[in-house]
């Protein structure tokens, strides 16, 4: 059973910044394409970051310049550096590693 598990969301407040980090079990991880997604209430889910096994990266237009994805292939983790954070950014932030998903982390900004 493949487990995604996210942490680091919270509050912070306008121009504050995150980092989520996202572990996922297998020994397959480093051979992966990942992203974060997130939900905001009353929308639908919107990939924000994708990285492929190589590390090229892509990002929503929303986040371009404020976002930062990476990965750790030693530790099956997957980050999202957040800055410059806006209150459109508010919304459940979840990890998709090998077609599976995590739980989700809140992310709130907010002053």
């Known amino acids: 059973q493949v487990q995604v598990v996210e942490s680091g969301g919270g509050l912070v407040q306008p121009g504050g910044s995150l980092r989520l980090s996202c572990a996922a079990s297998?020994?397959?991880?480093?051979?992966?394409?990942l992203g974060w997604y997130r939900q905001a209430p009353g929308k639908e889910r919107e990939l924000v970051a994708g990285?492929?096994?190589?590390?090229?990266?892509n990002y929503a237009d929303s986040v371009k310049g404020r976002f930062t994805i990476s990965r750790d292939n030693a530790k099956n983790t997957v980050y999202l550096q957040m800055n410059n954070l806006k209150p459109e950014d508010t919304a459940v932030y979840y990890c998709?590693?090998?077609?599976?998903w995590g739980q989700g982390t809140q992310v709130t900004v907010s002053s």
């Open positions: 998709r590693a090998y077609g599976y």
């Open positions: 297998g020994s397959i991880f480093s051979t992966y394409a």
């Open positions: 990285i492929t096994s190589g590390g090229s990266t």
